[in-house]
């Protein structure tokens, strides 16, 4: 593997910045993509349609299962299983904290 790539970026929940991304992925072919604020999304849906364009992702959401009643706290990580395994998955809740630094 000659330079591997990994996308960092945030969608905003914004479903046109989220499509920007996908084709993104799409022509570079990313070892992952880590995605934070994803718009709502089916995540069957979406692997459904990344294996119609030839890519093997694995779609990880930050509730382990499916986005579609995602908050704007939501993460989305994309790993390609033709360049990396998934070998462990740990999801922690973000705690949100009342504490404020001075």
Do not use: C, W
């Not at 999801?91 to 001075?102: I, R």
Request: aromatic residues 2%; negative net charge; glycine residues 4%.
């Amino acid at each position: 593997m000659d330079n591997p790539i990994i996308i960092i970026d945030n969608a905003d929940n914004n479903q046109h910045k989220f499509e920007q991304l996908i084709r993104h992925i799409v022509g570079n072919n990313p070892i992952a993509a880590l995605i934070q604020d994803p718009p709502r999304i089916d995540i069957p849906q979406l692997k459904g349609g990344m294996n119609s364009l030839g890519l093997n992702y694995q779609a990880i959401a930050s509730d382990a299962t499916d986005i579609s009643n995602s908050n704007k706290y939501s993460t989305l990580t994309l790993v390609n299983h033709d360049l990396a395994e998934v070998v462990n998955i740990l999801l922690q809740k973000e705690q949100p904290s009342a504490v404020s630094v001075l």
